[in-house]
T-cell receptor, first 115, second 110 residues
Framework: GAVVSQHPSRVICKSGTSVKIECRSLDFQATTMFWYRQFPKQSLMLMAT?????????EQGVEKDKFLINHASLTLSTLTVTSAHPEDSSFYIC???????????FGDGTRLSIL | QKEVEQDPGPLSVPEGAIVSLNCTYSNSAFQYFMWYRQYSRKGPELLMY????GNKEDGRFTAQVDKSSKYISLFIRDSQPSDSATYLC??????????FGKGTHLIIQP
């Protein structure tokens, strides 16, 4: 069965809107979750590492004020794309891992389209 | 040079053939190696996970890691049309997030 639940699966909204995406770990408590982005015909690129109870760690080139991450519990991390613009249109996907040395399991992603 | 190189394909083979998918990498700090399968508009599904050089087999899938050459492979035996998908190699250092290859689009012809 699914290990990770991601919601919503699809969002279409106007430019300037803020969009919140939820990622839930269903099978275990996850102190760390990861957020990735995938543009068409490109690979998944790590955006940030979400740490429960502390600030997220962002990859180089990812604006932390644009992509707000909140990891308030051991089973839920949220990514908010603030004031989204058409160039933010992409496939956003989260993953969870049980710990060091364990594989990452992915949700089914959120397809975001900004008009 | 990208950290992980993977031929995007497409790779088209007849049903029943053995499929060979490969990735090379440049960062010797990578410790864990994975293969994921991704269908269109879906999240990646973990197929194989290894952390040492050598072979690991699971059903029709065999993962091979050669750390000295910085080269990993995935073999699929008795390929089926349902195996048609994009196959992503991924690597990890410690507890870091994953670094992915670009993915190989595989087509199994009935």
């Amino acid at each position: 069965g699914a290990v990770v639940s991601q919601h919503p699966s699809r969002v279409i909204c106007k430019s300037g809107t803020s969009v919140k995406i939820e990622c839930r770990s269903l099978d275990f408590q996850a102190t760390t979750m990861f957020w990735y982005r995938q543009f068409p015909k490109q690979s998944l690129m790590l955006m940030a590492t979400s740490n429960e109870g502390s600030k997220a760690t962002y990859e180089q080139g990812v604006e932390k004020d644009k992509f707000l991450i909140n990891h308030a519990s051991l089973t839920l991390s949220t990514l908010t794309v603030t004031s989204a613009h058409p160039e933010d249109s992409s496939f956003y996907i989260c993953s969870v891992s049980q710990g060091l040395g364990q594989p990452q399991h992915f949700g089914d992603g959120t397809r975001l389209s900004i008009l | 040079q990208k950290e992980v190189e993977q031929d995007p394909g497409p790779l088209s083979v007849p049903e029943g053939a053995i499929v060979s998918l490969n990735c090379t990498y440049s960062n010797s700090a990578f410790q864990y190696f994975m293969w994921y399968r991704q269908y269109s508009r879906k999240g990646p599904e973990l197929l194989m996970y290894t952390y040492s050089s050598g072979n690991k087999e699971d059903g029709r899938f065999t993962a091979q890691v050669d750390k000295s050459s910085k080269y990993i492979s995935l073999f699929i035996r008795d390929s089926q049309p349902s195996d048609s998908a994009t196959y992503l190699c991924a690597m990890r250092r410690g507890a870091d997030g994953l670094t992915f290859g670009k993915g190989t689009h595989l087509i199994i012809q009935p």
